[in-house]
């Protein structure tokens, strides 16, 4: 009997998928691409920032214009990731729970920021808020900076890491509809009730996946800053800028210490996910085996 | 408590969903909106309920107009078709839902609510499932859990969308019957939106059938079944042969079939469409009084025997319905027989 079953399904299996060869050399091609895109640049960036010793990789991290870099990145993300999600969660509470007009249009807009380059995202904010720009002469004459300073650093990566998690949590919400919603309010549960404990719950996995999406481009972004920052050392440089500069001194060593910050972060980043993937998975999986074990009295 | 809309009103864009509807449900009712999809009758709940607003037209509650109260003061409850349970929530927190968002001072204490929460939990029967959540329930179970929660808020009015609608045709069957005892017990107002007549006839203490978002018909089952107020409601309930014919002096003819039609006494004859149930066909083998035709096919349903007769060339066949209690088939294919109806109705047209 076992045995018949075993070649029943090696005969649909062969029925409904590819031969052999081709799933092979399909999944060789892909292994060799990430092999030679992905490992061993990262291997490389490891190995270069600490070719001159780990005294050297440790110095490269904790001079002061590194220390500075390494603070305004992680305030850059630390304002830009929150802004996105009140906005993500607000434009994808719009987009999925209510009609009116012109929902396609800011759908599209929503997207922009994917759609334009980063560098052309730094210079709307030179031409807005630079010394020649639209609003420059009335912030210089009150004594704010915000193009060469931190704020244009900060809305520079806003602007650039503008869809995640809106992009995240639109296809959740749609997919899901409102009638958990309704639900609630026909059992009495107040606007705030209702998004606290029904709404955000249910997509709590979109959320927290568009925000670690939206952390690791905030931290990592280089197009947009590079033209609002004026490469300040010590003053308006991140991190990915600060690798720019030490490279172009030819301090292989120590760019490539910082650059491995970076690599270290896309790595926790990765994993973070995976994490979560993994935990949201074995939730549903656990589930469903007690959905299939339970009988009916 | 009692509901009534006066005059409701609604349009999707070009779609008239509701046409100058006017119902009134006594308190403690069960009454079943009937009609075929998208003729509104969900639209109609959905306004009772709160959820949607008509375009005119008002929603009295226990006399009073509610047309502008927000779902959440209506006091209703509601069973969605799909549930809609909270699936991060378990079986107990979604009970408990209602009362654990009532502001502080109208909120019972947590020993409070634990016992309220078993004690619904108890009526739908499922006290065993409070720590599951509800991707681990079954269909059936999810419907009572749906109930137990829209009971929780006591809500004065009971309004359930499709409730048996996703469920298979076995366990629909057990949960009818349920409902029907569960309401004998609460005796709380409840109205209940379906498709399926047998559904509404069965449980129903009152049906209404609703077709293109206008009120068919407005009656008990036996008076829906009975005498069908509309060509519509004979097409929609039950099986009826749908004869083309004409009318005069009291009495319709088709194809030979004469059926009683005391509205139409004129002298000359008018066109009319009449309706004759299965069952209300007699068929004889020899003889008879009846139109004589020929047996096309014979097929046992259940207890009942189903016979297509043809009479005559043009005339489209007629269904005929018989009790058969096994043993020999009374008439066999190709059989010449007789046939005369005992019961009908004949309107215009």
């Known amino acids: 009997m076992a045995t018949l079953e075993i070649n029943v399904s090696r005969v649909t299996e062969r029925a409904v998928s590819e031969a052999p060869w081709l799933r092979r050399l399909l999944v060789g091609i892909a292994l060799v691409f990430l092999l030679a895109f992905l490992l061993v640049p990262l291997f490389l960036v490891f190995r270069e920032a600490f070719s001159q010793g780990a005294r050297v990789y440790l110095a490269a991290l904790s001079n002061p214009d590194a ?231 | 408590m009692s509901i009534e809309v006066r005059d409701l009103s609604k349009r999707f864009g070009a779609f008239q969903a509701l046409d100058d509807v006017s119902l009134t449900f006594n308190s403690g009712e069960l009454v079943a909106l009937l009609g075929p999809s998208g003729c509104g009758k969900t639209t109609l709940l959905r306004i009772i309920a709160g959820l949607e607003y008509a375009d005119t037209g008002a929603v009295l509650l226990a006399g009073e107009d509610a047309t502008a109260t927000h779902v959440r003061e209506r006091g209703v409850g509601f069973v969605f078709q799909h549930y809609a349970l909270f699936r991060h929530m378990t079986v107990f927190d979604n009970v408990a839902f209602g009362l654990s968002v009532r502001p502080r001072r109208l909120r019972p204490d947590k020993g409070d609510i634990a016992r309220r929460v078993h004690r619904l939990l108890e009526l739908v029967q499922l006290d065993w499932l409070a720590d599951r959540y509800p991707d681990q329930l079954s269909g059936g179970q999810r419907q009572r859990i749906a109930l137990a929660r829209a009971l929780a808020v006591e809500p004065r009015v009971l309004l359930l969308d499709e409730p048996f609608g996703a469920l298979d045709a076995r366990v629909r069957k057990d949960l009818r019957a349920w409902l029907r005892r569960l309401h004998d017990e609460l005796h709380v107002t409840s109205v209940f939106v379906t498709h399926d007549q047998e559904e509404a006839l069965e449980v129903a203490d009152r049906v209404v059938v609703i077709n293109q978002g206008r009120v068919e018909q407005v009656g008990t089952p036996q008076e829906i079944y009975n005498s069908p107020a509309t060509p519509f409601v004979y097409g929609f309930i039950g099986d009826a042969n749908r004869l083309s014919g004409q009318a005069a002096a009291g009495w319709a003819d088709f194809h030979g079939l004469r059926v009683a039609a005391p509205e139409f006494g004129q002298s000359e004859p008018r066109p009319v469409t009449g309706y004759i149930r299965p069952h209300d066909i007699e068929l004889k083998s020899e003889g008879g009084t009846g139109v004589a035709g020929r047996v096309e096919s014979v097929a046992q349903v259940g207890a009942a025997l189903r016979i297509s007769v043809r009479v005559g060339e043009s005339a489209p066949s007629l269904q005929v319905e018989l009790p058969h209690h096994g043993g020999h088939w009374p008439f066999a294919v190709g059989q010449a027989v007789h046939a005369r109806p005992r019961a009908g109705r004949v309107f215009a047209g």
């Open chain 1, 67 to 297: 220390r500075h870099a390494i603070k305004l990145t992680l305030t850059a993300a630390a304002v830009a990731v929150p802004l996105n999600v009140i906005f993500g969660l607000a434009a994808a509470w719009a987009i999925s729970k209510f009609r009116f007009r012109g929902k396609q249009v800011m759908i599209t807009l929503i997207d922009l920021p994917f759609a334009v380059s980063p560098v052309i995202a730094g210079l709307i904010y030179v031409l807005l808020f630079g010394s020649r720009g639209w609003l420059g002469p009335w912030l210089e004459n009150n004594g704010l900076h915000i193009i060469y300073a931190v704020p244009g650093i900060v809305l520079a990566t806003v602007f650039v890491t503008f869809p995640f998690v809106a992009r995240e949590l639109i296809p959740v919400m749609q997919e899901q509809g409102v009638t958990h919603e309704e639900a609630a309010l026909t059992l009495g549960a107040g606007g705030w009730q209702t998004f606290w404990r029904v709404t955000l719950p249910s997509v709590k996995w979109g959320l927290l996946y568009g925000v670690i999406l939206c952390n690791a481009r905030a931290m990592g972004e280089f197009g947009a800053v590079s033209v609002v920052s004026g490469h300040i050392r010590g003053k308006t440089n991140t991190l990915p800028l600060h690798v720019e500069i030490l490279y172009n001194e030819y301090e292989f060593a120590a760019a490539f210490a910082c650059a491995s910050l970076l690599a270290l972060l896309a790595v926790a980043t990765l994993i973070a996910k995976s994490a979560l993937e993994y935990k949201h998975q074995r939730d549903r999986e656990r589930s469903l085996r007690a959905a299939a074990r339970q009988e009916e009295p």
